[in-house]
């Protein structure tokens, strides 16, 4: 079993930056692979980024490459998102969450534990 908290979230003018953290209990984190999605109003989960358990192998939406960084301390057992250029449309509530398989996939159904989120919101 692992428990997610994300944290870092709050209101952010356009153009700006947050970096969110996901904190994760247990002592097995470096076996899971990390994925961050999100979730806006009336709008299905989407994929943001993932990272693998090694942190090696990351990917991300293409909505948000070139913008936002994915990584990892696994000593402090922890998934950061940097967010840069932060734009309107990245409103949303952001959700971390693990897969057993250590790989970080796009696909949402691969993940077995997920955070409650926080949310994001960028003002025009």
């Known amino acids: 079993q692992v428990q997610l908290a994300e944290s870092g979230g709050g209101l952010v003018q356009a153009g700006g930056s947050l970096r969110l953290s996901c904190a994760a209990s247990?002592?097995?984190?470096?076996?899971?692979?990390m994925g961050w999605f999100r979730q806006a109003p009336g709008k299905e989960r989407e994929f943001v980024a993932a990272?693998?358990?090694?942190?090696?192998?990351?990917n991300y939406g293409d909505s948000v490459k070139g913008r936002f960084t994915i990584s990892r301390d696994n000593a402090k057992a922890t998934v950061y998102l940097q967010m840069n250029s932060l734009k309107p449309e990245d409103t949303a509530v952001y959700y971390c969450?693990?897969?057993?398989w250590g790989l970080g996939y796009q696909d949402k159904h691969e993940y077995e534990y997920w955070g409650q989120g926080t949310q994001v919101t960028v003002s025009s």
């Open positions: 969450a693990a897969d057993l």
């Open positions: 247990g002592r097995t984190f470096n076996r899971y692979g």
């Open positions: 990272i693998s358990k090694s942190g090696g192998n990351t």
